[in-house]
């Protein structure tokens, strides 16, 4: 899963230089105003909106655009789409399985749109439970190394709740179950470490591995399915080895 980790932070840290930066950035109010709207709008008393929050300003999401998506959430201001949280399952190139979230305001927009990514690249939708009994739900940290150690952030979550720590290369990413993904970020508070985000996802529990080409087709399945802008996350189980993720790199 580190070589799937790994290769999903490189493209991440592309994608944000590039024409996907407002799509990124969509998604990210989107989950404000959610966030704000489910558990109210002070992030204080409202751990979700805080690191909703502290995901879009990691991400250059201006503070204006912020906090009117967390006024409209939380009722301070009119306005707001009837956000409704719906899953998809499938399988991908090389049959990989394929766990598509989307936050739309139009059902038969959002599974139009994944069906046509899914069908125009290789992949195949499957019935609910087919797919999602391969994942579990997981609370996922991410920080930059910012020259510590393995040791070092390991000493600071261990008592918090942390299960598993992966060397990402410029990041390390760890991995809690989701109740225990509010005490992990505040230990990393308390320690002084500055995190990137902090926020629940789902972990495959079976992998398939591919060779360079199969990673290069899922690859290009997920770029089309996160061009939808009612899918905000999309999870496989593909098994990327680091020889075929220095392959990859080569592209």
Same mark, same amino acid.
């Given at each position: 899963?580190?070589?799937?980790? *790994? ?7 592309? =994608?944000?230089?590039?024409? @996907?930066?407002? @799509? ?28 909703? !929050?502290?995901? =879009?300003? @990691? ?6 655009? !912020?906090?009117?998506?967390? @006024? ?11 956000? &409704? ?44 439970? %087919?797919?999602?009994?391969?994942? +579990? ?10 020259? &510590? ?6 000493? =600071?979550?261990?008592?918090?709740? /942390? ?7 410029? &990041?390390?990413? !760890?991995? +809690? ?8 970020? *505040?230990?990393?508070?308390? /320690? ?5 985000? /902090? ?17 290069? *087709?899922? %690859?290009? #399945? ?9 899918? &905000?996350?999309?999870? +496989?189980? !593909? ?5 075929? #993720?220095?392959? #990859?790199?080569?592209?």
């Amino acid at each position: 899963m580190s070589g799937h980790s *790994k290769w999903a932070t490189t493209k991440h840290k592309k =994608a944000a230089i590039d024409a @996907k930066r407002g @799509k990124l950035f969509a998604k990210l109010i989107k989950n404000i105003e959610v966030a704000a709207r489910t558990g109210g709008g002070d992030p204080e008393g409202n751990p979700t909106l805080y690191d909703a !929050i502290q995901k =879009a300003k @990691k991400n250059s999401v201006p503070n204006d655009n !912020i906090e009117r998506a967390r @006024k409209r959430g939380g009722g301070e201001e009119g306005g707001g789409a009837d956000w &409704q949280t719906i899953t998809y399952e499938g399988y991908g190139p090389s049959g990989v399985a394929v766990l598509i979230e989307c936050l739309t305001d139009n059902r038969n927009r959002a599974a139009g749109e994944v069906r046509v990514a899914m069908t125009r690249n290789g992949g195949n939708m499957a019935d609910p439970g %087919s797919v999602a009994y391969l994942f +579990t739900r997981k609370g996922i940290v991410t920080l930059d190394k910012n020259g &510590q150690s393995e040791d070092d952030v390991l000493l =600071a979550v261990l008592d918090a709740g /942390a299960e598993e720590i992966s060397d990402l290369g410029e &990041q390390f990413e !760890i991995l +809690t179950e989701p109740t225990d993904l509010i005490p992990v970020r *505040k230990a990393l508070q308390d /320690a002084g470490i500055d995190y990137e985000s /902090a926020e629940s996802g789902f972990r495959a529990s079976v992998e398939v591995p591919v060779d360079a080409d199969g990673a290069r *087709k899922v %690859s290009r #399945l997920i770029d089309a399915l996160e061009d939808s802008d009612d899918v &905000q996350n999309v999870y +496989t189980n !593909i098994d990327i080895s680091d020889e075929v #993720l220095a392959e #990859l790199d080569e592209d």
